[in-house]
């Protein structure tokens, strides 16, 4: 079974400008999260989806992050303009059931960001 | 504001040691408990979950549970070289349908051949 896929893994960017980052998960996989993790902290919840609608995104930035789920499958995330602390690695995982619950989460590799 | 806290270390154990990994958290709703691998430049992997008070042993690893302390511990026997890493302590609580994740800071875990 393949696991959780992001890409890229790596991106090099100057502060204002824009990127986005790719995930698709685990077949089948009915939740999808979106986590920020900083150097040295753990994994922070950006974004939940439950199918392709969102159940929580309180810790979203909203004002310059988004994230959509087309389909139910793959989706993405795009930070519009960068800031110096949005350099983070961002963690994609899946976990099978609606509403996580006691599931496991599966994440992807991450996206390595890097805003100068 | 939910929160998760555990010692950021490094804690430095010899092989073959037992390594206690400890963990606090702050919402008496909590229902479910993990314990996250993570090396270096690696996204994390789950060792562990917990659902009710005591323990639960898997292996080389025992977790521990204590609802009425609020309190996780994860227990790392005949520690390895291989088990240095960071080990994340996540706390779940349901609402509304769904549950959602915090994860702590972090523990480093260095075991010294």
């Known amino acids: 079974e393949a696991g959780v896929a992001q890409s890229p893994r790596y991106k090099i960017i100057e502060k204002r400008q824009s990127v986005a980052f790719w995930c698709n998960p685990i077949?089948?996989?009915?939740?999808l999260y979106w986590y920020q993790q900083i150097l040295g902290q753990g994994p922070k919840l950006l974004i939940q989806?439950?199918?392709?609608?969102?159940?929580?995104d309180s810790q979203l930035p909203k004002d310059r992050f988004s994230a959509e789920r087309l389909k139910g499958v793959d989706s993405t995330l795009k930070i519009q303009p960068a800031k110096l602390e949005d350099s983070a690695v961002y963690l994609c995982a899946s976990s099978p059931r609606p509403g996580g619950g006691t599931d496991t989460q599966y994440f992807g590799p991450g996206t390595r960001l890097t805003v100068l | 504001q939910k929160e998760v806290e555990q010692n950021s270390g490094p804690l430095s154990v010899p092989e073959g040691a037992i390594a206690s990994l400890n963990c606090t958290y702050s919402d008496r709703g909590s229902q479910s408990f993990f314990w996250y691998r993570q090396y270096s430049g690696k996204s994390p992997e789950l060792i562990m979950s917990i659902y009710s008070n005591g323990d639960k042993e898997d292996g080389r690893f025992t977790a521990q549970l204590n609802k009425a302390s609020q309190y996780v511990s994860l227990l790392i026997r005949d520690s390895q070289p291989s088990d240095s890493a960071t080990y994340l302590c996540?706390?779940?609580?349901?609402?509304?349908?769904?549950?959602?994740?915090?994860f702590g800071k972090g523990t480093m875990l260095l075991v010294s051949p």
């Open positions: 077949s089948g996989h009915a939740t």
């Open positions: 989806f439950q199918n392709n609608g969102v159940v929580d």
């Open positions: 996540a706390v779940n609580r349901a609402s509304s349908g769904y549950s959602t994740l915090t």
